[in-house]
């Protein structure tokens, strides 16, 4: 009687930790569709396309070894290669097409060719996983090659290559779905992987807002003020700009409070659409003010995949036909 | 795993701004910073040796994921903006001033970013053999000129009270290195 009783005191205390537990498994992996990962994967498309198509005049020039180009691409590949030696780079591939006797410029230009077309075919849908590997792999030969010319948006286009690679491709939208009649995914799967770039979105914008909130420059406006004067983003006259210097102070601590306490009021769906109507006029802004087009596109289409795009749970269609589990 | 890594670093990062002094937090916390960033630090592998496998996995994964840097940008404060000018010396008396440049506006924004990473303490190995490249870059343009000296300066631009009173930008050179054919010299 005594070890039923205690048995039974065991399950009373085990209960709220079980249910804590499917709280959170079913916070992890709930049932969605795959409309985020369409959006995400066009959004993608088109950023890779664009990333390629600007840098098309200086590739070679931004790439090249010692002697030829900006600065030798050696330089940042040694870098990059003391952290780690497997981190990939252009100098893998120079060196395999060494080996076939093709020379560097070939091979930078096949680099080149092979991310644009791999944009193309995201953008499309073709091929969808063979192209987002491509073009995770390339670009990321890029960023580390070319580390020391590399900024914020080429990290946030790796990680945002890195999930699509990840994630359930194809999705419903996509051509190897019309034409392959491809199996719909798991929306549990589906759901996981949103929820990876939701919570990583999170980081994001709570690490960068609590990074502004401890500088002095960010309640006064003198922050924003140098952002948008500083050369090369200086695209607004600083003699239109002044004229609005007594509303710096209040959009700078607004870019604070909004970035700082996007975990917590991105999740409420009370105030969801407000707060992500005010990050993406945010990265507009920063895009057509600052000239920051890449930086701005990517964030965009990270937002609007993550929580732009109504959930399955929240009342949006569900995945329709066979499931692969 | 993947968000304890991403934790390490946005945190450590957070860190080593606070420890470095630039933030509004009373200087008193920056003891503690330097020890928690050190902590993040260690998460991360990195007081390991630069062979250690467990290093390099975890900063390969990191790097594959893009999640190997923080995502402070322009915090605390926005950093000053850098120039580098180089002085075209020729054989005739003349002085051209020249800056680096590339054709396309995405790759000039891949070029400031280099310009502004030069004054860092953790690219002062690096800084002359880059310094050198960029010349070098402009030289193949000018085949004939004699002698470059390339001038590296912080470009402190006013606050927008001192630009209405016309106060313009101010440079502070930080650093300087001659380059001729045949040897060079820092300054």
Known sequence: MSSLTSCAEGNLKLNPLHRAWQHFVSFLFPSDSDTWLTVLRIGLGLQVTLYALFLRSDWHYLFASSGKGLVAREVGEAITSFESPLIPKFGWLIAAGRALNISEETVLTVAWVGLLSAGFLLLLGFLSRPAAIVAWFVHLCASESGGLLAYGADNFMTTALFYLMLSPLPDRYSFDHWVAKTKLKNPKTLGFWRRVLQVHLCFVYFIGGLAKSLGSGWWDGSNLWRSLIRPPFNLVSPELLVQFKYVLPLVGISICLLEVRYPLFIWLKRTRWIWLGCVLVMHAAIGLMMGLYLFALIMIVMNIAAFGVPSASSGAEMVSGPHQR | ?187
């Open chain 2, 1 to 187: 795993m993947h968000f304890f890594l991403l934790t390490a670093v946005c945190l450590g990062g957070v860190f080593w701004l606070i420890a470095q002094g630039s933030t509004i937090l009373p200087s008193a916390c920056n003891e503690y910073a330097h020890k928690a960033e050190l902590a993040a630090t260690w998460c991360l592998g990195k007081t390991a040796s630069a062979s250690n496998p467990l290093r390099r996995s975890i900063a390969t994964y990191l790097h594959a994921a893009g999640i190997q840097a923080g995502y402070s940008f322009f915090a605390p404060n926005v950093p000053s903006h850098h120039q580098l000018t180089l002085a075209l010396f020729y054989d005739d008396g003349r002085v051209e001033y020249e800056t680096p440049h590339v054709r396309s506006k995405a790759a000039a924004l891949r070029l400031d970013s280099l310009l502004d990473k030069l004054p860092e303490q953790r690219y002062e190995s690096v800084r002359e053999a880059l310094v050198k490249m960029l010349v070098l870059s402009v030289w193949r343009e000018h085949p004939d000129v004699k002698k470059v000296r390339a001038t590296f300066e912080a470009v402190h631009l006013p606050s927008a009270t001192e630009f209405e009173q016309g106060k313009g930008e101010t440079l502070e050179p930080m650093f300087s290195f001659d380059f001729s054919l045949r040897k060079e010299k820092q300054e």
